[in-house]
C-alpha cells in the first residue's frame, strides 16, 4: 500500500491538487482512498459530485462511539474512489488536532484499510500548523511520503518550510520523509523562482509545477475534477503527469497506461 500526506497553508489549492491527484490514479487502474484531515471537511467534495459527505467525527458525534460503522464514514467516488473526511470539533469547542487524532483511531479500530484494501492512501491534510493531530499522519505510522503544495506567496512558503521541518524531525525517529514540493502557480511575480529558492533551502526537490488555468474552476462549478470533467484538457495531462511522478517518489511504476494523456 502507497500512503501518502500531502500538506500545505489553507486555501492554497492543497485540496484541489489532492482530488485531481486522485482521480489521476484512479484511471491508472489504482484503487485509492483519500482521507480529508481539513475542519472544513470538503476535501473530497469533487470526489463525490459537488456533495460533502459525512465527516467521521460528525457520525461519531450523531450515533456515539459504537454506533458507527464504516459505511457511515467511507463513501464510494469517482471512479471507485474510497472518500473520508475527518471533520472536526463543534465551532468553540475542541480541538481540531486532537479531531483528527479521533477519526483515525476509529478508522483503525473498524479495520478499514483491511477490508477496503486500497492501493493508494492520500491524506489531505491542513499544515498552517503542524502539531498534534496535524501532525498525526507524520509520526502515527500512517504515511511513508510527505508532499508540499505551495505558491509563491511569502506566508505559503512560510508554511512549507515549517511543513518540511516538521517532517525532517519526525523522520529521525523512522517516520514519514518528504517526498518534494509541489508549485500551485498563483502568478505571483517571478514565482517559480522564488520557490525553487525555498526548496533549495528546504533541501527538497520541486516535483511538479502546475499552472494557473481557468479548467480548475470549470469543473469545479461542475462539482468535478479536471480528471473527470474535461479530462481531454492539458489540465488533466498535467495532473496525469503528477500522478506518475508521485508513483516515482514513492518507488513504483504506473500499472497501466491512461487512454493517451502523456
Not at 161 to 182: Q, W
Request: proline letters at 4%; hydrophobic letters at 40%; glycine letters at 12%.
Amino acid at each position: 500500500m502507497i500512503k501518502i500526506a500531502i500538506y500545505g497553508k489553507g486555501g492554497i489549492g492543497k485540496s484541489t491538487t489532492t482530488s485531481n491527484l486522485s482521480a489521476a490514479l484512479s484511471t491508472f487502474g489504482y484503487k485509492v482512498m483519500q482521507i480529508g484531515c481539513d475542519p472544513k471537511s470538503d476535501s473530497t467534495k469533487c470526489l463525490m459530485g459537488g456533495v460533502k459527505i459525512p465527516t467521521v467525527l460528525g457520525q461519531i458525534r450523531e450515533k456515539g462511539p459504537q454506533g458507527v460503522t464504516l459505511e457511515d464514514l467511507v463513501y464510494t467516488g469517482y471512479h471507485g474512489i474510497l472518500c473520508v473526511e475527518a471533520g472536526g470539533p463543534t465551532p468553540g469547542i475542541g480541538c481540531a488536532g486532537r479531531g483528527i487524532i479521533t477519526a483515525f483511531e476509529k478508522l483503525e479500530e473498524l479495520g478499514a484499510f483491511e477490508r477496503f484494501q486500497p492501493d493508494i492512501v492520500l491524506y489531505d491534510v491542513l499544515g498552517d500548523v503542524v502539531c498534534g493531530g496535524f501532525a498525526m499522519p507524520i509520526r502515527g505510522g500512517f504515511a511513508e511520503r510527505v508532499l508540499i503544495v505551495t505558491s509563491g506567496e511569502m506566508m505559503a512558503l512560510y508554511a512549507a518550510s515549517n511543513i518540511a521541518s516538521a517532517v525532517h524531525n519526525f523522520g529521525k525517529r523512522g517516520y514519514a520523509k518528504v517526498g518534494g514540493i509541489i508549485l500551485n502557480c498563483r502568478n505571483v511575480e517571478n514565482e517559480k523562482q522564488l520557490v525553487e529558492k525555498a526548496a533549495q533551502e528546504i533541501g527538497e526537490p520541486v516535483i511538479s509545477i502546475i499552472p494557473r488555468d481557468k479548467a480548475v474552476q470549470i469543473a469545479e462549478a461542475q462539482g468535478k475534477t479536471v480528471v473527470e470533467a474535461l479530462p481531454e484538457s492539458s489540465m488533466a495531462k498535467v495532473y496525469a503527469s503528477l500522478a506518475d511522478k508521485v508513483l516515482e517518489v514513492s518507488g513504483h511504476e504506473r500499472m497501466l497506461c491512461a487512454k493517451e494523456w502523456l
